[in-house]
């Protein structure tokens, strides 16, 4: 009997789910709980970590789960590295469905760096106007250069007071359209752009925007995680669901690359 571990969080995790649950299948979405009011899903839902590995294992097993499908964002290379150990430790079947990267295009600015830290030290020491486009987990590191304004873009309202002491915030969901994020950045005057490589339609407008404008962007590649079979579309996994769901790890073509 199938039953099926999503792991969300993101706008594909979101379309995966409505197939799934039009497909009849019994399965869980998961969200990491960092969001104060998630999307709601048409499927079962638990918020929360599983507790590292060994959590994960054990709620696989006394959940009985047979399928896990890893739709986190990118950059959660944490619960993606322990959703492959722990799928290894439990006899699961394990697929990600993973948005293509970026890819510059004429007339981009961009400068791809490794590390958040490389995107720190990018930056000019002082005065520059930073559209920081990361999130709100890692904006610590940018205190390191407390001279240069940021603007944040957030999906809550901060429950904290920030690190960065020089900082304007928009309270937004995506997805984003071209016109309103140029709009964003002329009104802040921004001069450089920071992201994260995350791929996908619904935040990609900030990138088109800077192209428009001439502003450089500091890009920042993905994080490694372990080897799995990494699917492009909802419906190549739908169509590994319905095809028994082995433990192969997918081909270049299956990514889409």
Request: glycine residues 10%; hydrophobic residues 45%; neutral net charge.
């Amino acid at each position: 009997m199938m039953r099926i571990l999503l792991l969300g969080g993101t706008s594909e995790a979101s379309r995966l789910a409505v197939a799934v649950a039009d497909a009849g299948l019994d399965a869980v979405f998961s969200y990491a709980g960092r969001t104060a009011q998630p999307v709601s899903q048409p499927l079962a839902l638990r918020v929360g970590g599983f507790g590292g590995v060994e959590g994960l294992v054990t709620y696989l097993r006394n959940e009985r789960i047979t399928h896990v499908i890893d739709a986190t964002h990118p950059f959660a290379a944490q619960m993606s590295s322990n959703a492959v150990r722990a799928c290894g430790h439990a006899g699961v079947a394990l697929c990600a469905l993973e948005r293509p990267a970026w890819q510059a295009d004429t007339g981009d600015r961009w400068t791809h760096l490794a590390t958040l830290e490389e995107a720190v030290a990018a930056l000019p020491d002082r005065g520059a106007r930073v559209f920081l486009a990361i999130g709100k987990q890692n904006l610590s590191a940018f205190a390191a250069k407390p001279e240069n304004h940021y603007l944040l873009r957030l999906v809550d309202p901060p429950e904290a007071p920030l690190p960065l002491p020089n900082t304007s915030v928009e309270i937004a969901r995506g997805p984003f359209d071209v016109m309103g994020d140029r709009s964003l950045m002329q009104a802040h005057g921004i001069t450089h752009v920071v992201s994260k490589n995350a791929g996908g339609s619904g935040a990609e407008a900030k990138l088109q925007a800077a192209r428009e404008l001439g502003v450089p962007v500091i890009m920042i590649a993905r994080p490694k995680v372990p080897e799995r079979r990494v699917l492009a579309s909802v419906e190549q996994v739908m169509g590994w669901l319905r095809g028994g769901a082995d433990h192969e790890v997918a081909s270049p073509a299956e990514r889409g690359v």
